[in-house]
């Protein structure tokens, strides 16, 4: 399994970018990085993927570094509503089913 | 939107009854999931579910548990005799694919607390 490393929590102003990183030091190739997020005992909410290139959806960023090891999920404007767990997920090699969550990065967004 | 649905949204029940939790996954989906959340830890995945059989499975998911697609569009999780530890929250998931480039879904998940 690729394991994923998170800080385990960040503060944010509200209506400043969220930066969260994530390492992924032993991901392999055909290994997909996945962002999830939890607000508060609510059920994991899916976000953004991506393989290698950056992504974008109305959510968030996706930045992959070019050796794949590391990558940031990006809140440009984050809101209130955005204080949850994040959760970077690599796609667990040999399973094409469950998603393995860690203990990931809660992010608080500040007034 | 379309979302994935669970019923109850909390479930009280005494050591050793059975229960069943159930979901309603997204309609044009074809894999299930459920997971479950002791209060304070990790989300722990416990089963998968594709063209009416287990896919992946977890060692938590013993013979005291089993799923069930009873029609078309519900999915349920029977624990048979619960425990103690049983108490947790159980989430449904749902995805259209099951391969590595797949989202899934998830329900607000129902609270199952074992007395």
């Known amino acids: 399994d690729a394991k994923t490393t998170q800080p385990t929590s960040m503060d944010c102003a509200e209506g400043r970018a969220a930066n969260l990183p994530c390492n992924h030091s032993t991901i392999s190739g055909n290994e997909y990085v996945y962002w999830y997020r939890q607000i508060h005992s609510q059920g994991p909410q899916y976000i953004i993927h991506g393989l290698k290139n950056n992504e974008t959806n109305e959510m968030a960023s996706l930045i992959i570094t070019e050796d794949r090891k590391s990558s940031t999920l990006i809140l440009p404007h984050a809101t209130l509503r955005d204080t949850a767990v994040y959760y970077c997920i690599v796609r667990v090699s040999g399973s094409n089913y469950k998603l393995t969550f860690g203990k990931g990065t809660l992010l608080t967004v500040n007034p | ?115």
Not at chain 2, 36 to 44: A, D, M, S
Not at chain 2, 69 to 97: H, Q
């Open chain 2, 1 to 115: 939107e379309p979302e994935v649905t669970q019923t109850p949204s909390h479930q009280v029940t005494q050591m050793g009854q059975e229960v069943i939790l159930r979901c309603v996954p997204i309609s044009n989906h074809l894999y299930f999931y459920w997971y479950r959340q002791i209060l304070g830890q990790k989300v722990e995945f416990l089963v998968s579910f594709y063209n009416n059989e287990i896919s992946e499975k977890s060692e938590i998911f013993d013979d005291q548990f089993s799923v069930e697609r009873p029609d078309g569009s519900n999915f349920t999780l029977k624990i048979r005799s619960t425990k103690l530890e049983d108490s947790a929250m159980y989430f449904c998931a749902s995805s259209v694919r099951g391969a590595y480039y797949n989202e899934q879904f998830f329900g607000p998940g129902t609270r199952l607390t074992v007395l």
